[in-house]
């Protein structure tokens, strides 16, 4: 592979918005098993029930980051799914068995059996040009990602989920006229199409244009109750705290963690402004649920050393600089902090150590 599957998974799992993966935890109920579930639930009737079922194990994978890993399985679920039309079932749903299937397996195995499908010239073309789509996308081939969301638009022209897709592969590429232009006439004929909102809104903050930014980003925020109205209540949030009205940002980030509480970088953002609002009980039970859900962010343990620094409480100022240090050992400003405290401490040998580097 070259690049890793597991964040693009996620990703593709979050519905295509640009949520960060979350924190896994452990199940009752493993995504195979429900996976397996849905997939017998298919070969009996292809029918609503069934397909709900599917939907709701990728759900959970989403909201959970425990992924499915039965290549065999989900080489059978992708099989069940091609034939069906995206009337029936949503055609991200063969996007995620197809990239969960990479993940599980290798490209190869992903992509043939779409490829062979396509190249038959069968019904129901539009899920595996999507798929396929994708599929490059998460394995770095822009430009086949481009012709097969190509493909389906023009095979579904009604649908929006390939032109959406072809518009933020512009947005990345830099081609901020073409993703403009791609996300208004998405708009147009979608005006509450959350996510495309918050994709022009972004190509709008890229192009120096706050204010038609904020108005995009607002608009997500609101007609969004998931992981895209999540993200665009962080952006407007982070524009509020540039402007100084740090009331208005605390709400919108905490908007975030309500509407996607698993992701850790809302919870840092609101205990950092609950901090600089000097309202420490709340800045630290948001920064601690940063740390869990986002183990490996050296961030919030320098906001609680400092916090504690300023209570007076060394000795665990000391611990979180450490823990943040050994997540991030470049860090100078953390090892001079840790250095700091440790002195004070009276500990010499071990901050002359820390401050010359030789261990967090």
């Known amino acids: 592979m070259t690049r890793s599957v597991l964040p693009l998974l996620a990703l ?6 640009c949520s960060e993966p979350k924190a896994p935890e452990v199940r009752a109920v493993d995504p195979d098993e429900r996976l397996r579930a849905a997939a017998a639930a298919l070969e009996r009737a292809a029918g609503p029930e069934a397909v709900d079922q599917v939907s709701a194990a990728f759900d959970e994978v989403r909201e959970t980051g425990v992924q499915p890993t039965d290549a065999v399985l989900l080489a059978r679920l992708q099989t069940l799914l091609l034939p069906l039309p995206p009337e029936q079932a949503d055609p991200r749903l063969l996007v995620n068995t197809t990239l969960a299937l990479a993940n599980a397996a290798d490209l190869l195995a992903a992509r043939q059996p779409l490829v062979e499908w396509t190249t038959a010239k069968r019904d129901s073309l539009y899920s595996p040009y999507l798929a396929l789509g994708h599929l ?3 394995f770095g081939h822009d430009d086949p990602a481009r012709m097969w969301f190509g493909r389906a638009a023009r095979e579904a022209p009604e649908r929006v989920e390939a032109p959406l897709a072809l518009a933020k592969l512009h947005a990345a590429a830099g081609d901020l006229s073409a993703a403009r232009a791609g996300f208004d006439d998405l708009l147009e004929r979608v005006p509450d ?15 120096g244009d706050e204010e038609k930014a904020m108005a995009d980003w607002t608009a997500a925020a609101a007609g969004d109750s998931g992981d895209v109205g999540a993200q665009a209540a962080n952006m407007v949030g982070a524009v509020l ?22 992701a850790g970088a809302y919870a840092y953002n609101a205990g950092q402004l609950l901090h600089l609002m000097h309202r420490p009980e709340e800045a630290r039970l948001q920064l601690e649920r940063s740390i869990e859900l986002r ?4 961030r919030p343990h320098f906001l609680l050393g400092q916090m504690d620094e300023t209570e007076g409480q060394d000795e665990q100022a000391a611990a979180h600089f450490r823990s943040g240090l050994a997540l991030s050992p470049t860090d100078e400003t953390l090892r001079y902090a840790l250095t700091r405290v440790l002195e004070r401490l009276g500990r010499t040998e071990e901050a002359a150590q820390v401050a010359a580097g030789e261990g967090p």
């Open 193 to 207: 199409l959350a996510e495309a909102r918050l994709y022009r809104g972004i190509v709008y903050g890229q192009l």
């Open 136 to 138: 490059a996308h998460a």
């Open 12 to 17: 593709a799992l979050a519905l295509f918005a």
């Open 241 to 262: 705290v540039k402007r100084g009205d740090h009331d208005a940002a605390l709400a919108q980030f905490e908007l975030a963690v309500q509407r996607d509480p698993r």
């Open 295 to 298: 183990p490996t962010d050296h």
